[in-house]
């Protein structure tokens, strides 16, 4: 730890997520030095609260309804979920909130770690203040990369903050299974979140603005999401919203078009801000609250020493995209320091071009959802040439072996003019493993015609990639 007298490294990182830490890792490995600021877990969101927890709690419904969907394990299946041991394998993925084992590899990895809460105190310059107000003041030669993430977003509906909701840190943490959810958002968090303590014996109503779950993704997969949902007993309120929240007694009442709905726990999944308030943006030229704006190596634009990396600029806020432009900004960081060019083009080792449009993404409900690319919504949007190819995964001979009735819809779009892929969608069970192919096709740039050389391995569900290649050709 540092004492509290002023300090110089080459580049001072604010946030110890999974982004700061993979930038100060990076830079370290360069040769350059680092301090990693933290005021709460070493870690940050997807360890403690996002990723981990929320998959952990999926997972022993995940496996239950894959053992369910195949005759002769379904009948070893004589019981019901133990919630009491799901709880705590959620405990052990978060090493029950204690960041010491993430702590002690940041300390071996050659990072000095910094409690406190940092803030900017103008050009290469923060200021951490520890627990008992000590000042540490911070200086960088190179660069400070701002890494705070982002937090949940909380509507201004009239008494909803006085009523102290479930954020998705509360929705993940929760010791016990509440009685009734109110879910309030129908993207990932809320579709997820509903399917997990759905499970886990929670009633739940589910209340969306839009008129479809899942609205940045194929509508195809919002509607699957939606009827695997309403199967499983929730109670979901498409077209509908909140005009005001209060508490009566232990109750948590909700005004909507349709009348109130009550419950015991409200959870609100409507989005993210970003942690650009507090941070001390404005001693540098910039407005509290918003996005970074950043280019393509993730340097504030304007600046020649800023950086903001993951959630913070949100370009993608995805814990793995965030990782992503860590890794690169930590190249490019590196590469100025010793004074070397960084290439700003496409393919370029300094830059994050994958964010743009080659994002891969999961959604852990059941269907599962995994996506990369441009929807066909958006390749539409963008007046772009392309076919949109479908087929039915259930009639992969892999699938049917993987589940009996196998159900799921696999979605490809395609652009006619070059000949490649530009977005893929897979609905279904066991899904999530599938979506690296696409990704490696699209970021490629593969033309359609050497695909017909990657040869799916028979049965397996990949040999959906044959059957969109032969419905393409026609």
Known sequence: MTSAADSTYDVVVLGAGSTGENVADIVVRGGLTAALVESELVGGECSYWACMPSKALLRGTEALTEARAVSGAAQAVTGEQDVAATLERR?????????????????????????????????????????????????????????????????????????????????????????????????????????????????????????????????????????????????????????????????????????????????????????????????????????????????????????????????????????????????????????????MAAWSPFVATADHDATPSVVFTDPQVASVGLTSVEAARRELPHRVVEYAIGNVAGASVFADGYTGTAIAVLDTEREVLLGMTFIGSGVAEMIQAATIAIVGEVPIARLWHAVPAYPTINEIWLRLLETYRG
């Open 91 to 343: 405990n052990t993925f978060t090493s029950h909130w204690d960041d010491s084992g993430q702590a002690a590899w940041v300390l071996g990895a050659g990072i000095t770690l910094v409690r406190g809460t940092g803030r900017l105190d103008g050009e290469k310059t923060v200021v951490v203040t520890d627990a008992d107000g000590t000042e540490t003041r911070l200086t960088a030669r190179h660069a400070v990369a701002v890494c705070t993430g982002s937090d949940a977003a909380v509507p201004p509906i009239e008494g909803l903050r006085e009523i102290e909701p479930w954020t998705p840190r509360e929705a993940t943490s929760a010791k016990e299974v509440p009685g009734r959810l109110l879910v309030v958002g129908g993207g990932v968090v809320g579709c997820e979140m509903a399917t997990a303590w759905q499970a886990l014996g929670s009633q739940i109503t589910l209340i969306e603005l839009g008129d479809r779950l899942l609205p940045p993704l194929e509508p195809a997969a919002g509607d699957a999401v939606a009827a695997s949902l309403r199967e499983h007993g929730v109670d979901l309120r498409l077209g509908s919203g909140v005009s005001a929240a209060r508490r009566d007694g232990s109750e948590v009442v909700l005004t909507t078009p349709e009348g109130e709905v009550r419950g015991d726990e409200v959870l609100v999944a409507v989005g993210r801000r970003p942690r650009t308030t507090g941070i001390g943006v404005e001693t540098v030229g910039l407005e509290a609250g918003r996005y970074l704006d950043v280019d393509d190596s993730l340097r504030v634009r304007g600046s020649d020493w800023l950086y903001g990396i993951g959630d913070v600029n949100g370009r993608k806020l995805l814990t793995h995209m965030g990782k992503y432009q860590a890794r690169q900004a930590g190249a490019a960081i590196v590469a100025r320091a010793k004074g070397e060019q960084v290439s």
